[in-house]
Nanobody
Framework: QVQLVESGGGLVQAGGSLRLSCAASGSIFAINVMGWYRQAPGKQRELVAA???????NYADSVKGRFTISRDNSKNTVYLQMNSLKPEDTAVYYC???????????????WGQGTQVTVSS
């Protein structure tokens, strides 16, 4: 069994900062890409940022220069530092990871339960 557990969401004023964390646990052999997605009410889930095991990153245009994704491979954890937050960043943020389980032959896609980020104006 593999689990992704997120933490760090909350309520913040516009211009403020939050740091999200997501730890993967369980019978893990390897983790490839880890990332963060978000879904606002009435909208589709969208990619916010992703990072490979080697540290290559990819960001949505809307968060470039404000958000930073990083990971600690020794802890199977990915982080999202969010600065200069805007009301339009309000959404449920989901952690995602491509994981090969111990004894498995395929990489599977796993999701966290989501954490609410609310930015007030």
């Amino acid at each position: 069994q593999v689990q992704l557990v997120e933490s760090g969401g909350g309520l913040v004023q516009a211009g403020g900062s939050l740091r999200l964390s997501c730890a993967a646990s369980g019978s893990i052999f390897a983790i490839n890409v880890m990332g963060w997605y978000r879904q606002a009410p009435g909208k589709q889930r969208e990619l916010v940022a992703a990072i490979t095991s080697g540290g290559s990153t990819n960001y949505a245009d809307s968060v470039k220069g404000r958000f930073t994704i990083s990971r600690d491979n020794s802890k199977n954890t990915v982080y999202l530092q969010m600065n200069s937050l805007k009301p339009e960043d309000t959404a449920v943020y989901y952690c995602n990871a491509d994981i090969v389980r111990l004894g498995a032959r395929r990489m599977l896609d796993y999701w966290g339960q989501g954490t609410q980020v609310t930015v007030s104006s």
